[in-house]
């Protein structure tokens, strides 16, 4: 039922640190990205093609390519604007990958703040790239690395130099390493697929022939849960990716709904045995540790802060779907969302600071996010069809969602504050329900 | 004289010796023919026979006739009454399976138009003792399919509270919500979101 997930295992034969961080070089002493509102001025970044240092030039389309991957996922994150390489003042062949030998004038020259250089060489199947981030301003180095690993690797590697070139500009780890899992009907029933943070590589997850929704991440990204039709009524399946194996909640009514509780084994679900619709704390095998909301009518969908203390969720206890927070510990229930008649699918900023979720107003649905406190309601999307389901990526940096925009349902992307939306991948059937995953541990 | 007499007296003898026993040989066959004879009425059209009881026979065989037709009517009656009660159960069933009850957008509460025909529902039920029906819930797309799954699991449930209370057995009634994910109607506008927003009934 399940299929194999096939992760390929990545090891990197050994990651050696070249060179340090120059002294007198931090974030704090100078702002490469405004963390209040990073997507309002994009930093300009050059990234030549890569230097090849084999011997013999096998491969040479490698460095267009590897320049390329690079470009394009610092691209993704929406904190830059990549240079044209028509414009370098210098040719490709004479190109300076390292100091004292840059001349770095002639890329202050083209508006360039930050330049990212590359160089590989492959003897016998075997990969090595070194990556080097200057500030060209200051003509200072601000990280280098290098890597070894099969050829094969390559994307993995220069994914992990992105999430140094991020972690040293705004102080938090990327999104690099994360994927998204999706539902898509391409095979003809709805499925889970999962997907690499920036569309590459998707992969169907779930073979049930059946209806099958909502995917739900464990923090570890080793256990997925989801809602399948596959006995003929809406369970529970909780399921390890890698070494099949898992359980199945099957009680009567809707089994639903399944959000992990951060860091924990043990995950909050929707189940209506009772008759009526109720979330619950399960363990990560599927048992009963408590019930976690108490009211007539529908309780549905929720998501828990970082720290794991709040859980937000969609309740009808007011008449219409609104969103409430949970305080867990105490008990306490507060409403958050006051605005329209309809706002459903709650997440949580893995920051903490914010939920984002799906409201309807005037027949259609569109993205909002709300501050914790109630207040500060912005809407992301609009005039787009219809927008649906957020996640955040696990550097709280973008929103993933599907909309109708274009037509069929797809898995589109925005930076948090909404712009620069596009979509993220395209393929046969209709592809909805995005959960992003945590930063995938390296192994 | 004597000679002449003695003569007589034994032609006499002998023709009784003669006769006697044909006699007997007759009556025996008389017997046989006489135990034979109810065999010979009761086939009448097997045996020809004299010119009055073939008539006779011929009534017989024309009233049996009659008979025979008018018992392969009563069968076949009997068979269309059959068909007819089946195919009026058929109808039934079918109203009942294909009358689905219509909700309000994002509601759960059974209109006036939907209690009149649970009860007609129940009724059906009643007759049908055996039946057990499985309540679907289901939703128009719009809103979310999360939130929709839980409000078609709502529907199905009201929709089998209301069947309990008016008599119907709880064990009769699984439920199971769709939620969103299978709609009637394909299309995108009111008229296709009324007809999915609806409960539907599946006799198992």
Known sequence: MIAGYKRKAVCLTGVLILFYLMSGVGRADYTYINISNPFLRKVPIAIPVFKNLSENSVDARMARQAADMLSDALEFTGYFKVLDRGAFLIKPGLMAIKMPEINFKNW?????????????????????????????FKEKLLVGKRYKGGKNDRRKMIHRFCGEVIFLLTGKHGLFNSKIAFVSTGSGNKEIYACEFDGYHPEQITRTKHITLSPAWSSDNKWIAYTSFLNGKPDLFIRNLRQKRGSIVARKG?????????????????LSFSGDQEIYLLTGSGKIIKRLTYSRGIDVSPSFSPDGKQMAFVSQRGGTPQIYIKHLQTGQVTRLTFEGRYNTQPSWSPAGDKIAYSAMEDGHVNIRVINTDGRGVMQLTRDAGNNECPTWS?????????????????????????????????????????????????? | ????????????????LLVVPGLLFFTSCAKKT?????????????????????????LAAEKARQEELARKKAIEEERLQAEAAEREAMAAKNMFVNEDIYFDFDSYVLTGVAQDILMRKAQWLRVNPDASV?????????????YNLALGDKRA??????????????GRLPTISYGEERPVDTGHNEEAWAKNRRAHFVVD
Request: charged share 20%; glycine share 6%; with cysteine.
């Open chain 2, 157 to 170: 449930e009201i929709v089998k509270a209301y069947l309990v209370n008016l008599g119907i057995d709880a």
């Open chain 1, 108 to 136: 202050t020259a083209i508006g360039s703040e930050l330049l990212i250089t590359g160089a590989y060489s492959i003897h016998d199947n075997q990969l090595e790239i070194e990556l080097r981030l200057f500030d060209t």
């Open chain 2, 134 to 146: 499985t309540i679907e819930g289901h939703c128009d797309e719009r809103g979310t399919n999360e």
């Open chain 2, 34 to 58: 006489v135990q034979s004879e109810p065999a010979m009425t009761q086939q009448p059209q097997v045996q020809p026979e004299p010119a009055q009881d073939d008539a006779a026979a011929k």
């Open chain 1, 394 to 443: 696990p550097d709280a940096s973008m929103i993933a969602f599907s909309s109708t925009r274009e037509g069929l349902s797809r898995i589109y992307v925005m930076t948090a504050y909404g712009t620069e939306q596009r979509r993220l991948l395209t393929l046969p059937g209709e592809q909805s329900n995005p959960q992003w995953s945590s930063i995938i541990a390296n192994n």
């Open chain 1, 254 to 270: 809707i089994n639903a709904t399944p959000a992990w509780v951060p860091g924990k084994f043990s995950l909050a679900a929707t």
């Open chain 2, 1 to 16: 004289m004597e000679g002449g007499k003695m003569r007589k007296r034994m032609l006499i003898c002998l023709s009784l």
